[in-house]
C-alpha cells in the first residue's frame, strides 16, 4: 500500500481471469438482470471490476464468482465508489459479510478466502 489515502486493510491481487457477474439487488432482495464484468483485483474484503454501465455508490449487489478451481454465488456486497475508467467504468466493490457482524457468513468468509489464496499465489 504506497498510497497513504488508500483505505484498504489488505492488499488486493490482480485477477483478470476470474469471471464475475454483478446483479443489483432490487426490492424483496430480488436481483435484477446480472451484467458480465471483468474483474481487476480482489482479496477476501472486496474487489475492483470493470463494468459496462455505471453502477450508483451504495447499490447493494449480488456477486457470482466462476474460475478455474472456484465457484461461488449471491455474495452479497454494496459499491464503494463507481468511476470512467477505460472504456466502461470501475466500480470498488465491499463484501457485505465483513460490513456488518449481523451479515457475518463463514462460509462466505472461507470461500472468498479461498479465492484471495488462488490469487494470491499467482502475484508473488
Do not use: W
Not at 489488505?10 to 435484477?32: I, N
Not at 464503494?80 to 457468513?105: E, H, M, T, W
Request: glycine share 6%.
Amino acid at each position: 500500500m504506497s498510497n497513504a489515502s488508500d483505505r484498504r486493510i489488505k492488499e488486493r491481487f490482480p485477477a483478470t481471469c476470474l469471471k464475475v457477474q454483478l446483479s443489483e439487488r432490487g426490492f424483496f432482495g430480488r436481483g435484477k438482470h446480472p451484467t458480465s464484468v471483468t474483474c481487476l483485483d480482489i482479496n477476501r474484503y472486496g474487489l475492483a471490476v470493470l463494468s459496462p454501465r455505471p453502477v450508483e455508490s451504495d447499490a447493494r449487489l449480488y456477486l457470482d464468482f466462476e474460475g478455474k478451481y472456484i465457484s461461488h454465488s449471491r455474495v452479497a456486497a454494496r459499491v464503494v465508489r463507481c468511476q470512467p475508467y477505460q472504456a466502461g467504468y470501475r466500480v470498488s466493490i465491499q463484501f457485505s459479510y465483513c460490513l456488518d457482524k449481523n451479515s457475518y457468513s463463514r462460509a462466505v468468509d472461507n470461500a472468498l478466502s479461498r479465492i484471495e489464496g488462488f490469487y494470491n499465489r499467482f502475484a508473488s
